[in-house]
């Protein structure tokens, strides 16, 4: 009971956090940074409480005699979570002032925040559709209610409308594909879904393939695939930059546990069918993020196109998981990882300059940023080349595992592609590069302090260039080697 | 004495690094100091392992797995033995000297931080290069030597012709690395290791010619490391560079890397003694053609580097010849009076505000009485007079050639030891005797700092005794490692007419040096003469290849570039970019932000997934059925 109860005490600590917070903000006493602070203060200790589980290798059902096998805990849950912690503190601590600097932030912005952590938490957590889809909801109306969080700006508010409109429909489809499959299997549990699939002829599957498809559908809109991308650009755009920074590095990562809980177990049988569907949606995504990312201005709006652009590096994995690559489902973890580091830390500069000015940031913004800002700018390069897939850096391994498991599935082309891809982006990330070095800067050099959100930064960038070359010599700490130990061994407790 | 063999190789890269911190800032004498106490400390730690060396001990370490992939297996492994423990003496006390004598001759240098940074990264990577264990880690610290060589060549890079000569020494010495990477490959694919034990156990068995080719390639990586011809241009080019680093890389360690590699490797060259004989030809041929060019060349520099290249031949007409511990012992003994030589040349630059002609100087031994002794002690040893370090190790090289019945080199060598000694001598009277010709030239000499003289005294003494005191018992430990083999002529009478023969030869060349050149006075015809001009230009070599390899391989170039990567390459690129740039300005109009095209897009792509699921589950109801329908169809 006990040992049950530590199990889930960094969920716990989440939503305890978070309803602490909205009780708290009642209280006009407090100041943005108390909000801050406690926020940070439970999201950290759901972080500490968490990590020592990492090593722990068994698959345990919570209260299995009140849930059944709804609620799953294992290494693969517990990495994700602790990514989603991770993600959110550094979000709130690179924001700090961010925050200051913007009038309609207030108490209930990081109760939200911390809501939506805990709806992530439980949707990796989640082994039963129904708990998956309320967990995702939690997440997403949070997100959607962040999203219009500058409540006069109309970019911001037109951003939450489309977002909710296209996120509540997709949430249906969502629920209408669990209606489906429990049509077929008369249960929403994975492990009963997966035992139905194994046993059944091709004609009792049409089914629960429809189902999984609506499921498909939803997990590909969340993620921004080709055609289901339309929103991205604007919400990402529209949205307060500390929100589009959660977003796109947290919000994004959560979405791929549950689509490789799916697809990696119970859909195993019958994911070859989507594999092809997967390629041709991969195709678009590529294509189409590239596109949208090399015609941007704004370097909100080019990285959010440019975030649809990994979507499709992840897609690539996920179809080769349908065609057994066993290097496929490691290589996404890992690819998550290496976007996490290098977005959060792209956006964090992003937010930490634009919490200094009213303007929206373009490429012009930056001309000659080095020589106002050697050390941000150098770090941004580093996050540029992580991002573009540069060697010797995290981002570099990443593709590097994507496209070593598109070739051992065989899909050349694909990989191929990916490639081309990789080229492409090179031309928007270097873009940002070359605006920084090699223009002469219109600005007098300001003195910007130093402070922990550029301390933050900076060690996002020495992750960025330790995942990529760090050695495993020094003990204690995984080299670039270890990062993709971690990541087989989270895959290999889902199995 | 694991902890000492990895304080000697680290201290140096601690000590760089120390002062790489300061590098951007202006000058602080902590970044001068604390390399330079580093650096001691890497010498009391090799002199440590040098007695336990001597002791009969060997030290053998791995340190950590470098490369693991299938069969290749390649440790970072250190090894102290006779061979490298020599090095590594010879290495740390000629740096510990050069360091401290930089902190005085760099004393005014806006670059002071920066230049101990690539000094002491220097010393480790000669460090790495003699105390590696296999031929990997000797080609890491092989590429380190040659970049801090670069780096410190081209340490004025704001002058033209240093970053040149910087380059021609790097692109020379690329090279001859290639021979060189050819030559570890072939070792590997011939023996599956590169450790040194394991590829000299391996070797034996091998047909000849491979070994031949292996000897080769290494000897060409060797060649262009010590400048042997036809690769010796650059390193009189070199002395571009601050004379710190003229004394310490191009005079007393990174040329003789070429010498320690063929020692290294001796039981590869002893199973070829034709390719033996070879190097030692070419070494005889260096030694006389450099000495030649050094007779007449007025500049102080180039001919203390005329020098040294003529020493190197000397070196490899001994490792040719089977003699390693001789080139060895020759190899220690010219790094001690050739870095003093070069360090005096230092502070007569000094005192001349950079002059380097020697006909500009003239009577500085009043002024410059330190400099004067130890630069005048520096080429006895040179010209290998007894009893000084140069007699027993030059003078060994000599006995080598006759004992082993090599008559024609053994000749050659010993004119060239006349040579040597002739412009040696001719540099000294030029510099420090006769009329005081400076003051025509308005300089105003002035000695160097004390504590530069001082740090230089151990230099001296060593080019004094080095060859007396040490001879027996370095005799003693390196043959444990390298073939025994002592090289005396068999009759006494013989014997001393040698010696005696060679020492009044060398004394009479310096003689005959003194008298025409005390008073500087040239001799127009002479010098319009067919002879000096050819020496004077060097053979016209830098000239041939200039013409015969630079501009035709720059012509080829522009062709290249202005032809293929104007008009073909990059073209390419842009028309793949332009493509794909503008269909994405056009697309951009699907992405109109409006709320009713999204959801018929998402609509549109759920339709599209829904009915492909559909069909590719019932692809194989379909296909069954096709088949029952479609022979009915046909009937």
Redesign the interface.
């Known amino acids: 009971m006990l040992e049950q109860l530590l199990l889930i005490l960094p969920m716990a600590i989440t939503v305890i956090g978070a309803f602490f917070l909205m009780l708290l903000s009642w209280n006009k006493r407090f100041t943005l940074k108390d909000y801050n602070l406690v926020a940070v203060f439970f999201l950290m200790l759901s972080f500490i409480v968490e990590f020592p589980q990492l090593s722990n290798t068994e698959i345990i059902y919570i209260f299995p005699e009140v849930f059944g096998t709804m609620y799953i805990i294992d290494n693969f849950s517990t990495l994700f979570d602790l990514m989603f912690t991770a993600g959110a503190i550094l979000t709130l601590l690179i924001n700090t002032d961010y925050f200051k600097s913007r009038n309609y932030f207030n108490g209930e912005y990081f109760a939200l925040v911390l809501f939506s952590v805990f709806g992530m938490m439980t949707l990796a957590h989640s082994n039963e559709l129904v708990t998956a889809f309320i967990a995702l909801e939690i997440a997403s109306l949070s997100v959607y209610a962040l999203a219009g969080y500058h409540k006069n700006n109309r970019l911001s508010t037109e951003a939450m409308?489309?977002y909710m409109?296209?996120g509540s429909?997709?949430g249906a489809?969502f629920i209408l594909g669990t209606a489906l499959i429990y049509g077929a299997v008369g249960s929403t549990t994975l492990g009963d879904i997966a035992l139905f699939i194994k046993s059944a002829s091709?004609?009792e599957?049409?089914l629960v393939?429809?189902g999984?498809?609506?499921i498909?559908?939803t997990i590909?809109?969340k993620i921004g695939a080709v055609?289901?991308h339309?929103?991205v650009?604007?919400v990402y755009h529209g949205a307060p930059f500390p929100v589009t920074m959660f977003m796109a590095s947290t919000f994004k990562i959560a979405l791929f546990a549950i689509a490789l809980r799916l697809y990696l177990v119970d859909f195993a049988p019958?994911n070859v069918?989507?594999s092809?569907?997967l390629q041709?949606?991969t195709v678009l995504t590529l294509i189409?993020g590239?596109?949208?990312a090399?015609?941007q201005d704004n370097l909100k709006r080019m990285l959010a196109g440019s975030s649809i652009v990994h979507s499709g590096y992840m897609l690539i994995a996920i179809s080769s998981i349908g065609l057994g690559s066993q290097e496929a489902a490691p290589a996404i973890m890992f690819y998550l990882m290496s976007y996490f580091l290098s977005s959060v830390g792209a956006f964090g500069i992003l937010s930490f300059i634009a919490s200094r000015s009213n303007k929206a940031l373009t490429f012009k913004d930056f001309k000659g940023f080095s020589q106002r800002r050697p050390y941000l700018a150098a770090m941004m390069a580093i996050f540029m080349l992580s991002l573009s897939g540069f060697p010797s850096t995290i981002g570099f391994l990443g593709k590097f595992y994507i496209f070593t498991s598109a070739i051992e599935s065989g899909q050349i082309l694909l990989a191929g592609l990916g490639i081309l891809t990789a080229f492409?982006s090179v031309?928007y990330y270097f873009k940002l590069i070359a605006m920084m070095y090699f223009y002469p800067t219109d600005e007098p050099q300001k003195k910007f302090p130093m402070d922990l959100s550029g301390v933050l930064i900076g060690l996002m960038a020495v992750l960025v260039i330790w995942g990529g070359i760090g050695t495993g010599?020094i003990p204690f700490i995984p080299g670039a080697d270890g990062f993709i130990d971690i990541a087989k061994q989270a895959v290999l407790s889902l199995q | 004495m694991e902890t000492y063999l990895y304080i000697a190789l680290f201290a140096p890269l601690v000590g760089s690094l120390f002062a790489g911190l300061f590098g951007a800032r202006p000058k602080t004498i902590i970044a001068g100091l604390v390399p330079t106490g580093l650096l001691f400390a890497s010498l009391v730690s090799s002199t440590i392992l040098l007695t336990h060396v001597l002791a009969g001990n060997t030290v053998h370490v791995e340190l950590?797995t470098w490369m693991e992939t299938g069969d290749l297996y390649i440790p970072f492994g250190f090894v102290v033995d006779q061979v490298s423990v020599t090095m590594m003496m010879v290495v740390t006390i000629v740096s510990t000297v050069v360091h401290v004598y930089s902190i005085g001759y760099m004393d005014h240098d806006k670059g002071f931080n920066r230049f101990f940074s690539y000094l002491s990264a220097f010393v480790f990577s000669m460090m790495v290069l003699v105390m590696s264990d296999n031929f990997a880690g000797l080609f890491i610290g092989w590429e380190g030597v040659g970049l801090c060589s670069w780096l410190l060549i081209g340490f004025w890079y704001h002058k033209e012709s240093a970053t040149w000569a910087a380059n021609e020494a790097f692109i020379m010495n690329r090279i001859a690395d290639l021979g060189m990477l050819i030559g570890i490959f072939l070792i590997y694919w011939n023996t599956g290791s590169l450790q040194y034990d394991q590829v000299f156990a391996a070797v034996a068995g091998l047909e000849i010619s491979t070994v031949v080719w292996i000897g080769i390639f290494l000897f060409i990586g060797a060649m262009g490391k010590s400048a042997q011809f036809p690769l010796h241009t650059w390193l009189a080019d070199a002395m571009e560079g601050p004379t710190p680093v003229s004394a310490l890389i191009h005079a007393a360690t990174m040329v003789t890397a070429g010498v320690y590699l063929v020692v290294r490797a001796n039981p590869i060259y002893d199973i070829i003694p034709e390719v033996g004989t070879v190097i030692a030809s070419l070494g005889a041929f260096v030694a006389m053609f450099a000495a030649s060019m050094a007779l007449v060349n007025r500049d102080m520099k180039r001919i203390i580097a005329y020098s040294t290249l003529s020493q190197l031949g000397y070196m490899f007409v001994a490792a040719g010849l089977g003699a390693y511990w001789v080139a060895l012992f020759h190899l220690m003994a010219h790094a001690f009076f050739k870095a003093l030589l070069f360090l005096g040349a230092g502070n007569v630059m000094h005192a001349m505000s950079d002059e380097l002609d020697p006909f500009k100087m003239g009577g500085l031994s009043k002024k410059m009485k330190g400099t004067f002794i130890m630069m005048t002690v520096a080429s006895v040893a040179l010209a290998g007079i007894y009893p000084l370090a140069g007699f027993f190790s030059k003078d060994m090289i000599l006995e080598v050639a006759f004992v082993e019945h090599h008559y024609i080199l053994y000749t050659v060598l010993l004119l060239t030891a006349g040579l040597t000694a002739f412009y040696s001598f001719r540099l000294i009277a030029l510099i420090f005797h006769g009329e005081e010709r400076y003051k025509l030239f308005g300089f105003d000499p002035h000695e160097a700092y004390k504590y530069m003289l001082w740090f230089m005294a151990p230099l001296a003494v060593l080019a004094v005794i080095a060859g007396m005191m040490f001879k027996g018992t370095y005799y003693d430990m390196v043959t444990q490692l390298l073939p025994a083999g002592e090289y005396h002529v068999h009759s006494a009478f013989t014997y001393w007419v040698m010696t005696i023969g060679t020492q009044i030869f060398v004394g009479l060349a310096i003689v005959y040096a003194y008298r025409k050149y005390e008073n500087a006075k040239i001799d127009k015809k002479v010098e319009s003469g067919f002879f000096y001009q050819l020496l004077f230009n060097q053979y016209y070599i830098p000239q041939f290849y200039e013409e015969f390899f630079v501009k035709p391989y720059r012509d080829l170039s522009m062709i290249f570039w202005k032809h293929i990567d104007l008009k073909v390459v990059d073209a390419t690129v842009d028309m793949i970019?332009n493509t794909?740039?503008k269909?994405?300005?056009e697309?951009?109009v699907m992405?109109n932000?409006n709320?009713s095209?999204?959801?018929r897009?998402?609509v549109?792509?759920?339709v599209f997934?829904?009915v492909?699921?559909?069909v590719?589950?019932?692809a194989?109801?379909i296909f069954a059925y096709m088949v029952t329908i479609v022979p009915g169809l046909g009937a």
Do not use: C, R
């Open positions: 409308l489309k409109i296209l429909m997709t489809f091709d004609s599957s049409l393939i429809t999984g498809t609506f498909l559908v590909l809109f055609p289901f339309s929103w650009v604007d019958i069918i989507w092809e569907l041709v949606i189409g590239s596109w949208l090399i015609s492409i031309y010599l | 950590m970019g794909f740039y269909t994405g300005k697309t951009h992405q932000g709320l095209t999204m959801l897009w998402m549109a792509g759920l997934l829904l492909s699921a559909i590719f589950a019932k194989n109801d």
